[in-house]
């Protein structure tokens, strides 16, 4: 029974801070999340902490509190408390980067200004990050009851504080995007600053969007956990009176949440991947080809990989792995149906580039579909033959523009189907000159 009072009053908050990040102010938006938090829980105060204009502290920014007797001196010291990285519990977690909870400040030192704390009453408290993609900010929750820790509420309030600053960067996007827009209107009587606005406005919106993508997917987490979590809880409690059709209803219902939660997790990904800065170096293609091979093949026993002769290129390793990957995975699945299912995996040099050729005698397409086949969850197989989120190829033509390469396929249904990847060729090492040793 405590454990599903627990679940609601989780689910209660995650749905209450969701309505309140729908609010068009900033300021409005927190103060209502932490109000929502606050009466979820039961707790007394709520905090939200953000860096100074030079960056080496957290400071208080917004306050949230229900009328307690004997905290007005927390209440009013909170104003000029300042904490470093590591110092107090805020500085902790603004370092550390994860949820703290502490169930009796008496017991924990690194609580900043402790016995003004105790002598206010507060007994327990919890932090956590609301960080992402260069938004930093620390939410402190205060209780005067001894509370021992709750695993499903941390892994909660650590999705809000997600939430949250993913709600903070739309906000700065928006804002940017609104700058630029009125530069651009202010520079169109010179047709050079026209032009460099412009640019400025393009990439403003290619940031954006990927921005909106992360953000869409990040906030549709929470929605998808409440059909989940109430489906579960329903079908768990209402059990023994469901009949076979409704049971089947239910788990439809919950499948169908866990397949979007694959999609959203697939979506943020492929956003992160255009995000990330590249370190390209000289990468031994052979051997990372080798090693995502032996990381793939253990689940397709029955298939034959060949591994023939891979020259070196320039790339980033942690990108071309993954495209590496995709594309071998690719191939072990849907050859995987085959008697005997075979997978080439090789590579030629030609001029400035190495192409990559990744060949399978699988499933294989109809080549008039072949512009589709590297397009956002754009799939030429149905999920109950071949599963996959329709993402996979996405990420190699993206990680390939990203190197200044290409990737293209070739196929034909029944008969298996050939991908190619192009990308830079390893530069020339240096050579070093020795002289000759003497002859004696």
């Known amino acids: 029974m405590a454990a599903k009072r627990s679940g609601l009053r989780i689910l209660r908050m995650e749905h209450a801070v969701t309505r309140a990040l729908a609010g068009s102010r900033e300021a409005q938006a927190i103060r209502a999340s932490l109000a929502a938090i606050l009466q979820a829980g039961g707790w007394t105060c709520a905090r939200f902490f953000v860096p100074d204009a030079a960056g080496t502290h957290m400071r208080l920014a ?179 009176k469901l009949d076979e059709e409704t049971r089947e209803l239910f788990g439809l219902v919950r499948g169908n949440a866990g397949r979007m939660a694959e999609l959203i997790d697939a979506l943020l990904a492929f956003a992160q991947l255009g995000r990330r800065e590249l370190e390209p170096a000289r990468l031994d293609l052979r051997a990372l080809v080798r090693e995502v091979a032996a990381g793939l093949a253990g689940a397709y026993p029955a298939t034959r990989v060949q591994i023939g002769e891979i020259p070196a290129v320039h790339g980033d390793r942690t990108a071309l792995w993954q495209a590496v990957a995709n594309l071998v995975g690719n191939a072990l699945k849907f050859s995987s149906a085959r008697a005997e299912p075979r997978v080439e995996i090789d590579a030629r040099a030609e001029g400035s580039e190495v192409v990559l050729r990744v060949a399978d005698n699988g499933a294989g397409f109809d080549m008039q579909f072949a512009d589709k086949l590297f397009g956002l969850f754009q799939r030429l197989h149905e999920q109950a033959e071949f599963e996959g989120a329709g993402i996979g190829l996405a990420v190699v033509q993206r990680v390939a523009e990203r190197h200044g390469g290409r990737v293209w396929a070739r196929g034909e249904p029944g008969r298996g189907a050939s991908f190619f990847l192009a990308l830079p060729a390893a530069r020339a090492e240096p050579q070093v000159a020795c002289g000759a040793a003497d002859n004696q």
């Open 62 to 240: 917004i306050d949230c509190s229900v009328s307690a007797a004997g905290w007005e001196r927390f209440f009013a010291a909170a104003d000029d408390v300042r904490f470093a990285p590591g110092e107090g519990l805020v500085g902790w977690v603004w370092r550390e980067r994860r949820p703290l909870w502490v169930g009796d400040v008496a017991r924990e030192p690194r609580v900043k200004q402790r016995a003004l704390v105790e002598a206010c009453g507060v007994h327990s408290a919890f932090v956590f990050p609301a960080s992402a993609l260069g938004v930093e900010a620390v939410i402190s929750i205060s209780s005067p009851r001894i509370e021992a820790p709750e695993r499903a509420l941390l892994e909660a309030v650590e999705a809000i504080g997600a939430q949250i600053a993913q709600f903070l960067l739309r906000r700065r996007a928006e804002a940017e995007r609104d700058a630029l827009l009125e530069q651009l209107v202010r520079a169109n009587g010179e047709l050079e600053r026209r032009v460099q606005a412009r640019t400025q406005a393009l990439s403003a919106s290619m940031r954006e969007l990927e921005t909106l993508t992360y953000t869409i997917a990040h906030d549709l987490r929470a929605p998808l956990r409440a059909i989940d979590g109430f489906t579960s809880m329903l079908a768990a409690e209402l059990g023994p």
